[in-house]
């Protein structure tokens, strides 16, 4: 059974680096494509970052790019999201997701499997 557990959100002034994190159960974050998604309050969910299974490849969305890291630790078998410079428009639910894919897709229904989700709220 997959299980992917999110971490580390809360309430978080802008400017804030807080880092997000999601343990993997049944599978492998070196095997996988693995991802983070948010979603704002009446948004649809979308992709923050992703890293690909083979080679370790990141991508990134524009709005988060050159302030969030997306990382895997193969040995605990994690995937984190690292958040520099937090902005009030990065205030979302944000879910880890995996996919056995040889491909990073950037669509939430490409993935197989969701955490839970962990909330980012954002004071100014």
């Known amino acids: 059974q997959v299980q992917l557990v999110e971490s580390g959100g809360g309430l978080v002034q802008a400017g804030d680096s807080p880092r997000l994190s999601c343990a993997a159960n049944?599978?492998?974050?070196?095997?996988?494509?693995m991802a983070w998604f948010r979603q704002a309050p009446g948004k649809e969910r979308e992709f923050v970052a992703g890293i690909n299974w083979f080679g370790g490849t990141t991508f990134y969305a524009d709005s988060v790019k050159e302030r969030f890291t997306i990382a895997r630790d193969i040995h605990k078998n994690t995937l984190s999201l690292q958040m520099n410079s937090l902005k009030p428009e990065d205030a979302a639910v944000y879910y880890c997701?995996?996919?056995?894919?040889?491909?990073?897709?950037?669509?939430?229904?490409?993935?197989?499997?969701w955490g839970q989700g962990t909330r980012v709220t954002v004071s100014t």
């Open positions: 997701a995996a996919a056995r894919l040889s491909v990073l897709p950037q669509t939430a229904e490409r993935y197989e499997y």
């Open positions: 049944g599978v492998t974050v070196s095997s996988m494509v």
